[in-house]
């Protein structure tokens, strides 16, 4: 049978998950060791696409896409770290959000509360970031995304629900949650949004944005399982275990 990342369309969904590093950036020694994931989101009929957390190699991801007749039509940053929007990691540079309007001028699209932080790190102006709040709705051709503000990693950290999907970015691994003990983290705000994410329908496929675990993605319903961040602990309990 088929893993869902290598069936890209489904229902008139493009869904596609790329490793930095493997199917970009190859030979970027940075970007094998922080093994990113892009995604490429939109509709199959149009070959419209959004793309998720552009970084490290913008010029390999649009000649990727083109190489598959795909148009990328937009950008979403689900947090503002630079491994996923561009800037300095480790003292090196990354591409990302201003490469990627360098080469193409597209719509970039944030949650508002992390539009001051894409910007800092990023180096896209601010008038050029879209903010969104919770629940907000992106639509490429007859595909629907829906932003939900996860705050916790960052302060407007998001995940993305499309169809059968939630992409989660550095909310919520296969294995664990994301760092509560950087600029910007919240340990409290992180146990109530995977409170909320643990509530949502079990059929949903998790897509992280690292590849720390074996699997590319997991159910929801398994992770509930088998990922201790989203057990049923108490909010003090939860807190001692895992908060930064």
């Excluded at 869902?4 to 969904?13: I, Q, R």
């Excluded at 503002?80 to 959000?97: K, R, T």
């Excluded at 601010?126 to 960052?154: C, K, N, W, Y």
């Amino acid at each position: 049978m088929d893993k869902p990342a290598d069936k890209p369309v489904v229902d008139g969904l493009y869904f596609r998950q790329l490793l930095a590093g493997q199917d970009f950036a190859a030979g970027n020694e940075l970007a094998v060791t922080m093994r990113n994931h892009v995604y490429l989101v939109g509709d199959a009929r149009t070959r419209q696409v959004l793309v998720v957390d552009p970084a490290y190699d913008v010029a390999g991801l649009l000649a990727w896409a083109t190489g598959q007749d795909l148009h990328v039509v937009g950008a979403v940053a689900t947090h503002y770290h630079a491994d996923h929007v561009g800037g300095q990691v480790f003292g090196e540079h990354v591409q990302g959000l201003a490469d990627l309007l360098e080469a193409q001028e597209m719509p970039v699209h944030v949650q508002k509360e992390e539009v001051p932080w894409v910007s800092e790190m990023s180096g896209v102006p601010v008038p050029a970031l879209i903010p969104h709040g919770d629940g907000d709705v992106l639509r490429v051709g007859s595909v629907e995304l829906q932003m939900l503000h996860t705050p916790g990693h960052t302060p407007g950290s998001q995940c993305l629900w499309v169809g059968d999907h939630l992409v989660t970015g550095d909310t919520l691994f296969l294995e664990g949650c994301g760092r509560t003990d950087l600029p910007g983290a919240d340990g409290e705000a992180m146990f109530a949004t995977l409170r909320r994410l643990a509530r949502l329908p079990a059929r949903l496929l998790v897509w992280p944005g690292h590849h720390y675990s074996r699997a590319k993605s997991a159910p929801l319903e398994e992770l509930l399982h088998t990922n201790p961040v989203l057990h049923p602990l108490a909010r003090e309990e939860w807190l001692r275990r895992f908060a930064g």
